[in-house]
């Protein structure tokens, strides 16, 4: 493979950035062929040798079989300019950047994104007439290409203002009036300036191909094409945050972010979202103390390079209706008041107060540490009468592998077949629902489900809604347990809204039993799988933030609230309960956002959010993962596990932490998962609980849902308010 072109720096759509560490290792070593080789061993020649960062000639590169040109160059690290083409999109072949010379070939350049390698085959990358052909390439893309670098969003990170400078040719011949294209309207997230547009497709094919809505299109011939909606209405994917991302250009921009900043004027935080519980890798943008943009990070195993709507845009919650200070209640009403008066209130209720009146619930975004300090509490106060699951899912704490995603995400397309029970993962964890979607599309993947008829975005085999159903399967007695023997990695997941039901523990016994006669559970793979939708309850569950036998769970909890049985409940933001049930009784509420747990409060402690804090979570697949502190609590507020830390000390009981070090020391010692950040451990299977099977006629119901508003942050937020007016009222 031929070339003479040194590799120039990649802009943020260009893969060859994210290979730079590859790139940097064969630069650094001795010149030697490259060898690839895919799973049936067969390979492709390519003519290829590396010299202080160029390729020349006379030398063989084995590249993997069935690589298009532009693939492999980037293999060998060659770079090659490109629009339309992007690595986790169907090929277009639209832009014609791509044009490299093939010798033996056809007499004009070719397109490397559609051009698959041949053995002996030689590339030129950049000689006078692929020099020539890019630029007259540019030079007609610019014809109608408006000058509004100055006042475009995408200005310093664009595509086209990269490639022109590396490739173009510095100067325009057109003397004549430039295309106008109005702009359309795709919602409260998107703004659109078609003026702008390149017609690469990758929004429409990134709509049809992963999100699955097949919202946009391209409507008209020559230079009439306009990428459009069809009928004029909003993109209603939880994911359309993606195709921001994916435009090369500046014609489709992030809508709340539309002239608020440079991007070198923002500094940058690598950290995960806690919104949901899959923990998707994320960047946090922040210019001083505020967050200004939410983008997503590269992370093959769990959310790959996309992100949902909720956890880009719901950063605005981040900024509204803060706690920023200590409240106590006083003659009916909440007043600010000092650390020290706040923690004297809250330690005097607590010690006069009978161990066994006192309760605590951890929310759904409460972080390992602060549930850690705040069991280790509540053990020393005596009373045992704690839960971390507010939905009240009857889940098994002391058998991991039924309360976790085994299969891992990543996982998912080693899978032949799914069996969905009670979950709709577009809504409670959108990008689970792509890895399933990328997965169906390869095929030979059945997917069927027992719960309510929804649209999953592909096609699922409705078996029924009610738990009898997985009774049959059970025993061999339903026709979809042909498929499940046929199948050599089936896999099932089931949803939260199962284990809340009179009936749960017998569904989760059922699945347990379908998982061990189906083949599920064996050394190599585990296709048992719990879907969870907080980021706390797998992190709360490991540490076992929940009541031992004899003890409350969170149901019995706010009943005798309510009766006056619990004189003291402490909320470490505990949001998503039935706050009235708590009138009677003396609330502690710490937490971020003046919510539902601080409206019914007692004493209010301000602790930070997750982009405020150095924290550790665990996704549902089990995955310990840490948050980094981008921009510091607003006020007073503190990290969540120093206020318990402070507290206990008021109530003199000695908690052994005097930093967040010593805290996750004994995080370490709990089990291996802390140990092994950033990796999924493999779970032991152990058989659940063959008890006394009792099944519900009630059909299986979804807990209704908003999918923009499910905790305190994205509540506050007006973006998600916005959404929630466009997609939900709109659609009523």
Same mark, same amino acid.
């Given at each position: 493979?031929?070339?003479?072109?040194k590799?120039?720096?990649a802009?943020k759509?260009?893969?060859?950035?994210?290979?730079?560490?590859?790139?940097?290792m064969?630069?650094?070593?001795?010149?030697?062929?490259?060898?690839y080789?895919d799973?049936?061993?067969r390979?492709?020649y390519?003519?290829?040798q590396?010299?202080?960062?160029?390729?020349v000639?006379?030398?063989e590169?084995e590249?993997?079989?069935?690589?298009t040109?532009i693939? %492999?160059?980037e293999?060998v690290?060659v770079?090659?300019?490109?629009?339309?083409?992007?690595?986790?999109?169907a090929?277009a072949?639209?832009?014609?950047?791509c044009?490299v010379?093939?010798e033996?070939?056809?007499?004009?350049?070719?397109?490397?994104c #559609?051009m698959?390698v041949a053995?002996? +085959?030689?590339?030129?990358?950049d000689?006078?007439?692929?020099?020539? #052909?890019?630029?007259?390439v540019l030079?007609?893309?610019?014809?109608n290409?408006?000058?509004?670098?100055?006042?475009?969003?995408q200005g310093?990170e664009?595509d086209?203002?990269?490639?022109?400078?590396?490739?173009?040719?510095?100067?325009?011949?057109?003397?004549e009036?430039?295309?106008?294209?109005p702009?359309?309207?795709?919602?409260?997230?998107?703004?659109?300036a078609?003026?702008?547009?390149?017609?690469?497709?990758r929004?429409?094919?990134?709509?049809s191909d992963v999100?699955?809505t097949?919202?946009?299109?391209?409507i008209?011939?020559?230079e009439?094409?306009?990428?459009?909606?069809?009928?004029?209405?909003h993109i209603?994917?939880e994911?359309?945050?993606n195709?921001?991302d994916?435009?090369p250009?500046?014609a489709?921009?992030?809508?709340?972010? @539309?002239?608020?900043?440079?991007?070198?004027?923002?500094s940058?935080?690598?950290?995960?979202?806690?919104?949901?519980?899959?923990g998707?890798?994320?960047r946090?943008d922040?210019?001083?103390?505020?967050? +200004?943009?939410?983008?997503p990070?590269?992370?093959?195993?769990?959310?790959?390079?996309?992100i949902?709507?909720?956890?880009?845009?719901?950063?605005?919650?981040? $900024?509204v209706q803060?706690?920023?200070?200590?409240?106590i209640?006083k003659?009916?009403?909440l007043?600010p008041?000092d650390?020290?008066?706040?923690?004297?209130v809250a330690?005097?209720?607590?010690?006069?107060? $009978?161990?066994? $009146?006192?309760?605590?619930?951890?929310?759904?975004?409460?972080?390992?540490?602060?549930?850690?300090?705040?069991?280790?509490?509540?053990?020393?106060?005596?009373s045992?009468n704690i839960d971390?699951?507010?939905?009240? %899912?009857?889940?098994?704490?002391?058998?991991?592998?039924?309360?976790?995603?085994?299969t891992?995400?990543?996982?998912?397309?080693? %899978?032949?077949?799914?069996?969905?029970?009670n979950?709709?993962?577009r809504?409670?964890?959108?990008?689970?629902? =792509?890895?399933l979607? $990328?997965?169906?599309l390869?095929?030979?993947?059945p997917? #069927?489900s =027992?719960?309510?008829?929804?649209?999953?975005?592909?096609h699922v085999?409705?078996?029924?809604?009610?738990s009898?159903?997985?009774?049959?399967?059970a025993?061999?007695?339903?026709?979809?347990?042909?498929?499940?023997?046929?199948?050599?990695n089936?896999?099932?997941i089931?949803?939260?809204?199962?284990?809340?039901?009179?009936?749960?523990e017998?569904?989760l016994?059922?699945a347990?039993k379908?998982?061990?006669?189906?083949?599920?559970?064996r050394?190599?793979?585990?296709?048992?799988?719990?879907?969870?939708k907080?980021a706390?309850?797998?992190?709360?569950?490991d540490?076992?933030?929940?009541?031992?036998?004899g003890?409350?769970?969170?149901?019995q909890?706010?009943?005798?609230?309510?009766?006056?049985e619990?004189?003291?409940?402490?909320?470490?933001?505990?949001?998503?309960?039935?706050?009235s049930k708590l009138?009677?009784?003396?609330?502690?509420?710490?937490?971020h956002?003046?919510d539902k747990?601080?409206h019914?409060?007692?004493?209010?402690?301000?602790? %930070?959010?997750?982009?405020?804090?150095y924290?550790?979570?665990?996704?549902?697949?089990?995955?310990v993962?840490?948050?980094?502190l981008?921009?510091?609590?607003?006020?007073e507020?503190k990290?969540?596990?120093?206020?318990?830390?402070?507290?206990?000390?008021?109530?003199?009981? @000695?908690?052994?932490?005097?930093?967040?070090f010593?805290?996750r020391?004994?995080?370490?010692?709990?089990?291996p998962q802390?140990?092994?950040?950033?990796?999924?451990?493999?779970?032991?299977?152990?058989p659940?609980?063959?008890?006394?099977?009792?099944l519900?006629?009630t059909p299986?119901?979804?807990?209704?849902?908003?999918f923009y508003?499910?905790d305190?942050?994205?509540r506050a937020s007006?973006?998600?308010?916005?959404?929630?007016?466009?997609?939900y009222?709109?659609a009523?």
């Amino acid at each position: 493979m031929a070339a003479g072109g040194k590799a120039k720096t990649a802009s943020k759509n260009n893969p060859t950035q994210r290979k730079k560490a590859e790139q940097k290792m064969y630069k650094d070593k001795p010149v030697k062929p490259v060898r690839y080789i895919d799973r049936d061993s067969r390979m492709n020649y390519m003519s290829a040798q590396y010299d202080n960062g160029n390729l020349v000639e006379d030398e063989e590169c084995e590249v993997e079989h069935g690589l298009t040109i532009i693939q %492999a160059c980037e293999v060998v690290g060659v770079e090659i300019p490109r629009f339309c083409y992007h690595e986790r999109l169907a090929i277009a072949g639209n832009c014609r950047m791509c044009l490299v010379e093939v010798e033996g070939g056809p007499p004009k350049p070719v397109a490397s994104c #559609a051009m698959p390698v041949a053995e002996g +085959m030689v590339i030129h990358t950049d000689t006078p007439k692929v020099k020539k #052909a890019r630029e007259g390439v540019l030079e007609f893309l610019l014809i109608n290409h408006p000058l509004d670098c100055p006042i475009c969003d995408q200005g310093g990170e664009c595509d086209l203002q990269d490639i022109t400078m590396a490739y173009g040719k510095g100067t325009s011949r057109l003397d004549e009036h430039k295309r106008a294209v109005p702009k359309k309207h795709f919602g409260p997230l998107i703004e659109t300036a078609m003026n702008r547009c390149i017609h690469c497709t990758r929004c429409v094919r990134f709509l049809s191909d992963v999100a699955g809505t097949n919202e946009l299109g391209g409507i008209g011939r020559g230079e009439n094409v306009e990428i459009s909606t069809y009928i004029k209405r909003h993109i209603s994917s939880e994911l359309s945050g993606n195709i921001i991302d994916l435009c090369p250009v500046g014609a489709l921009t992030s809508k709340p972010y @539309s002239f608020t900043a440079r991007p070198w004027e923002l500094s940058h935080c690598e950290t995960i979202d806690v919104l949901d519980a899959v923990g998707s890798a994320i960047r946090v943008d922040y210019r001083g103390p505020e967050v +200004m943009r939410i983008l997503p990070r590269l992370s093959e195993e769990v959310n790959e390079e996309w992100i949902s709507d909720k956890t880009r845009f719901a950063y605005d919650g981040l $900024k509204v209706q803060r706690l920023d200070r200590p409240y106590i209640k006083k003659d009916g009403k909440l007043a600010p008041v000092d650390w020290n008066e706040a923690l004297t209130v809250a330690a005097k209720k607590l010690k006069n107060t $009978k161990s066994n $009146k006192i309760a605590a619930i951890a929310g759904d975004l409460a972080d390992c540490e602060s549930m850690l300090l705040l069991k280790e509490m509540m053990q020393k106060l005596g009373s045992g009468n704690i839960d971390c699951r507010q939905d009240g %899912a009857k889940l098994i704490p002391n058998n991991r592998g039924s309360y976790v995603f085994n299969t891992t995400i990543e996982g998912i397309e080693n %899978a032949d077949l799914c069996l969905l029970i009670n979950t709709n993962p577009r809504i409670e964890a959108p990008i689970i629902n =792509v890895r399933l979607r $990328k997965r169906y599309l390869q095929g030979n993947f059945p997917i #069927a489900s =027992v719960g309510p008829n929804i649209e999953y975005l592909y096609h699922v085999e409705k078996l029924g809604n009610n738990s009898g159903i997985l009774s049959e399967i059970a025993n061999g007695n339903h026709k979809f347990c042909e498929l499940l023997v046929a199948a050599q990695n089936p896999m099932l997941i089931i949803g939260q809204d199962a284990l809340v039901r009179d009936d749960s523990e017998s569904v989760l016994v059922l699945a347990g039993k379908i998982a061990e006669k189906f083949n599920m559970v064996r050394d190599d793979w585990n296709g048992f799988n719990m879907l969870h939708k907080a980021a706390a309850r797998v992190g709360g569950l490991d540490i076992g933030f929940v009541p031992k036998k004899g003890e409350r769970d969170i149901n019995q909890i706010l009943e005798h609230a309510e009766s006056g049985e619990i004189e003291v409940v402490y909320l470490l933001g505990a949001d998503e309960i039935d706050t009235s049930k708590l009138e009677n009784t003396f609330v502690i509420y710490q937490g971020h956002h003046g919510d539902k747990g601080a409206h019914v409060a007692d004493v209010i402690l301000p602790g %930070a959010a997750y982009t405020e804090k150095y924290a550790t979570y665990v996704n549902t697949e089990g995955r310990v993962q840490r948050t980094n502190l981008a921009v510091f609590p607003p006020g007073e507020a503190k990290e969540d596990w120093l206020i318990i830390k402070n507290l206990s000390q008021y109530l003199d009981l @000695s908690l052994p932490y005097d930093s967040l070090f010593d805290v996750r020391k004994k995080l370490d010692t709990i089990g291996p998962q802390f140990r092994n950040a950033d990796q999924v451990i493999k779970n032991t299977w152990v058989p659940i609980s063959n008890g006394k099977i009792n099944l519900s006629d009630t059909p299986f119901t979804l807990k209704e849902c908003n999918f923009y508003m499910t905790d305190s942050i994205s509540r506050a937020s007006k973006i998600m308010a916005d959404c929630t007016k466009a997609f939900y009222e709109h659609a009523s």
